[in-house]
């Protein structure tokens, strides 16, 4: 009996692989359903921080990931900047992050569509930048220094989004939706420099770790992982990617639940009995 | 202070707005009356586009009254509304600077006017005329007299002044440990994923295969980075003694650059230049996830005898430890992130938290010029644990006995500006 | 030789250290242009810098299918994915969409980046599930406790968790996510500002060693 479960114990960890992918699996070829319960704080503290904002308010985006987090944080980005044309928000989106571009892209282009916003005159994509804490800085003083074309080479200055745009001042809100520490750098840089709202949406590997800034208020609000997304997707009735990965993401979590739990009665029969 | 004197301008606005303090319904006073005891001047401690307007609180302002900032660049006229806002905002208190730098209380509205949102670029000196008009349910019932002001560059922040204050008693704390450093020995506490290093390169000599050292995804403006450059100058060093053979994938091609230097110097010393090869350093991909997948191929296919991660790491940091553990090579980690620490810790034989990375260098290398920083650590967290102990104290007794200027004055101490 | 290598090296670095520094505590417009100044070189050198990796990479791994070394194919794959992403893009001058349709490197950067750099973050997960199988096992008292933190944040974080424990604990009128915040916001949070402090003070020391020339390690000795 003992032989078996040190045996099981010392499982090759590609069993746990096919587990986990079997159970990943299932869900999204046969959608189980399964309810999102309750939404976080956090989540909720993002969503009335934007929405509260007074119509026409600028709000700029910081979209800083990649294909690799996309999964989580695409579904965030995509709730969030519907939330803000629905609230009629204008929006101007950046990005550190060389991957992030096409995501930009495919977000734009569908999102504004479903609320009838142009290009330029709603909201203004600007390229990518190198070296995030630079731009940061050199924001704070003349954002057009920086950023004097839009994506598309179109002068930034009389782009109608813009208008009265120049520096953080000028600006209601930032959110930073990334799986990096460009957030750290928001945080440090601008949001407590400048005294500029900050919302965040992250990967929910890194989510434990903004605690502290959001007791401090450093943060507005924190969107975490898919759950975050489908809590999100949720406030704004309009389920997405976030809340078709939910059923998968339960499954998941409970996997290892039930994994850990194993592994912990092995070692209390291999010790105690 | 000049601005004082608004106080005694008081008594006549009291006087003015007393007919309204009356039970009748609020008559406005004679139209355009004289708003009194308003100045204007620079805002200070900025960069020299702002100005200020301070003017006393009407003890009859009620929920209806409220104020309008009129602002312009030319001789006559060319009025620009720059603020408007009801008469319990913009009050003194409410500029955030702290009582060392600023004197406005509850009882005079202080309102700053940001004239770049107005105006643009403007050259230095540059008069602007401004005037304030109060208003009563929506209808204006008196107007100060247009002002003259011209906002200059100030320069030095005052509000910072905390703030220079404890980088000066740290500087100082700094050279005086330096300086007692050089004359005598300092004491540093036993590390043992630093004293593993040796077992670690002894091994892989024994074994001829390679050490793989990752000095992560940060850039060399991150600490993290910089401490790992300092490791691995010690590191290649030994390598470059026992004639071992050492591989450095880089992510970012500036980290890449100095950890060139660095490694070539260690051969240097160590007395091996022969032995050093340009390719010890190599660049792998500024993208994180395709550096995480490159070096867990270099490590699955040449299954080194040790690997380092040390730096800064964000989600590879599992990718890496977990590769590089199946393949059975002893593994250092250090990093001051601390939510990847648990993933090291799964993985990694010894792992390095925070500040014992940064400490690493001074270890390894014994120079007590270096070993002379750890001792301004330990009195920087000195300061912060009595600062948080007493701080916790004092607030709480002083908000529990109402000594509220007395808390705020504590706060402002505290408080970056 | 000392002059170039140390010397002048050293000075760039006291004085634009002690510089900028300043500038924290200097408002003037003087300040804000020299920080505006030193963003943008540093802004070009770090874009000359990827030069630099560049050809770091394509020696390393030309020096490697040269000398048919050990996985020298592997090698190849750089060169071809370089191709695959570099020559659409050049052609479509970086558009990803031209009149609605989609172009070759929008093609390029969905089809074969997206899927790759997902897979890698995806690998994450099932090293997490198999990590916390074999690692996290009960074998102090400490362990035990970290033991039941994570079992309640995972139970959770899961709607069906959320409805386990209602019905398990619902009798203690504490909901599964007012234990989940108590948890983040007070014992974590705790231990992530000490951490964060003295990783705060540690920047600030070393910092100051290399402003002052004491660590230059990074540039060589002498």
């Known amino acids: ?273 | 202070m000049k601005y004082n004197r608004s106080i005694f301008m008081l008594l006549p606005l009291l006087l003015a707005a007393a007919p309204l303090n009356a039970a009748k319904p609020a008559a406005p006073k004679a139209p355009d009356a004289p708003l009194l005891g308003v100045t204007a001047a620079d805002m200070p401690y900025d960069v020299g586009n702002a100005l200020l307007l301070r003017w006393p609180v009407n003890p009859a302002d009620d929920a209806d009254a409220s104020y309008q900032v009129f602002v312009s660049s030319q001789e006559n006229g060319g009025w620009i509304k720059a603020a408007d806002f009801a008469a319990s905002a913009n009050k003194g208190k409410d500029i955030d600077l702290p009582f060392w730098a600023w004197n406005g209380g509850a009882a005079e509205h202080a309102v700053k006017v940001e004239l770049a949102d107005f105006f643009g670029e403007f050259k230095p000196g540059t008069v602007f005329g401004l005037k304030v008009a109060a208003l009563r349910k929506g209808k204006q019932y008196a107007e100060s007299e247009p002002l003259k002001a011209s906002p200059r560059g100030n320069w030095f922040r005052l509000d910072r002044l905390n703030n220079l204050l404890l980088l000066i008693v740290i500087v100082v704390v700094f050279f005086m440990a330096v300086s007692h450093a050089k004359r005598k020995g300092l004491f540093i506490r036993r590390i043992a994923g630093l004293d593993a290093i040796d077992e670690a390169i002894g091994r892989a000599t024994e074994m001829g295969k390679p050490i793989y050292y990752c000095p992560g995804i940060g850039t060399m403006s991150t600490i993290s980075t910089i401490a790992s450059t300092f490791i691995l100058g010690e590191v290649s060093k030994k390598v470059a003694q026992y004639d071992s053979y050492i591989k450095v994938p880089h992510y970012d091609p500036i980290v890449m650059t100095v950890c060139k230097e660095v490694v070539k110097q260690s051969y240097l010393e160590a007395g091996r230049p022969d032995s050093y090869r340009e390719d010890l350093n190599y660049f792998v991909s500024a993208d994180q996830f395709s550096y995480a997948a490159s070096v867990d191929g270099m490590i699955s296919r040449e299954k080194p005898a040790a690997c380092f991660f040390m730096g800064y790491f964000m989600a590879e940091s599992l990718l890496l430890a977990e590769v590089g553990a199946t393949t059975g090579a002893i593994q250092i980690a250090g990093t001051d992130i601390e939510h990847q620490l648990p993933f090291f810790f799964t993985a990694c034989d010894y792992t390095l938290i925070g500040e014992e990375l940064y400490a690493a260098g001074a270890y390894l290398s014994k120079e007590p010029m270096l070993m002379s920083a750890l001792k301004v650590q330990d009195f920087g967290k000195l300061v912060v644990m009595l600062a948080v102990f007493f701080g916790a104290i004092v607030l709480a007794a002083g908000t529990w006995l109402h000594w509220d200027s007395f808390v705020q004055v504590i706060l402002n101490l505290f408080k970056a500006y | 030789m000392k002059l170039i290598k140390k010397h002048i090296p050293l000075a760039i670095v006291v004085v634009t250290g002690l510089f900028t520094v300043a500038s924290y505590y200097i408002p003037n417009k003087t300040s804000v242009d020299y920080l505006e100044m030193i963003n943008k070189w540093e802004n070009i050198v770090s874009a000359f810098a990827f030069l630099l990796g560049l050809i770091s990479l394509f020696y390393s791994h030309f020096s490697k299918i040269s000398r048919r070394t050990d996985g020298w194919g592997y090698s190849l794959f750089v060169f071809i994915g370089f191709a695959a992403m570099v020559v659409p893009a050049v052609l479509m001058h970086g558009k990803q969409m031209e009149a609605g349709q989609v172009t070759s490197l929008g093609w390029a950067f969905r089809s074969i980046y997206n899927p790759l750099s997902a897979t890698m973050f995806a690998v994450l997960a099932f090293y997490i599930v198999s990590t916390a199988y074999r690692s996290f096992r009960i074998k102090s008292g400490q362990a035990l406790v970290l033991f039941v933190a994570a079992f309640i944040l995972i139970l959770g974080k899961v709607p069906l968790g959320q409805i386990v424990w209602d019905k398990a604990l619902g009798w203690t009128h504490y909901g599964v996510d007012q234990v989940i915040e108590w948890i983040m916001s007070v014992p974590a949070v705790a231990g992530k500002r000490g951490i964060m402090i003295g990783i705060s003070i540690g920047t600030v020391v070393t910092s100051l060693k290399i402003i002052f020339g004491i660590e230059r390690q990074y540039m060589g000795k002498d």
């Open chain 1, 1 to 273: 009996m003992k032989e078996i479960l040190q045996k099981f114990f010392k499982i090759d960890r590609r069993w746990i692989f096919l587990l986990l992918a079997i159970v990943l699996f299932t869900p999204i070829i046969r959608p189980i359903g399964l309810p999102n319960k309750t939404i976080a704080r956090d989540t909720r503290n993002a969503y009335e921080a934007l929405d509260k904002l007074p119509k026409g308010s600028f709000v700029l985006f910081s979209l800083d990931y990649d294909p690799s987090t996309r999964p989580e944080l695409q579904p965030q980005a995509t709730a969030v900047i519907r939330h803000a044309f629905r609230r009629d928000l204008r929006v101007g989106v950046v990005t550190y992050i060389a991957g992030s571009t096409g995501l930009i892209q495919q977000i734009f282009e569908k999102v504004p569509g479903e609320f009838k916003k142009v290009n330029g005159t709603d909201y203004a994509i600007f390229p990518y930048m190198a070296n995030p804490t630079a731009v940061m800085t050199q924001m704070a003083s003349d954002f057009y220094g920086i950023y004097d074309k839009d994506q598309d080479g179109k002068d930034a200055r009389s782009l109608p989004v813009m208008k009265g745009i120049k520096s953080y001042k000028d600006m209601a809100m930032v959110v930073n939706i990334t799986g990096t520490s460009i957030l750290d750098s928001w945080v440090a840089l601008v949001g407590d420099k400048y005294n500029v709202p900050l919302v965040a949406g992250v990967t929910a590997i890194s989510q434990p770790g903004y605690g502290p800034y959001l007791q401090t208020g450093q943060l507005k609000g924190l969107i975490g992982g898919m759950k975050g997304a489908a809590e999100y997707e949720s406030l704004i009735q309009e389920p997405g990617k976030g809340t078709s990965g939910i059923d998968s993401l339960n499954l998941g979590h409970l996997l290892v639940l039930a994994l850990i739990l194993t592994s912990n009665i092995i070692l209390l029969v291999i010790r105690y009995l």
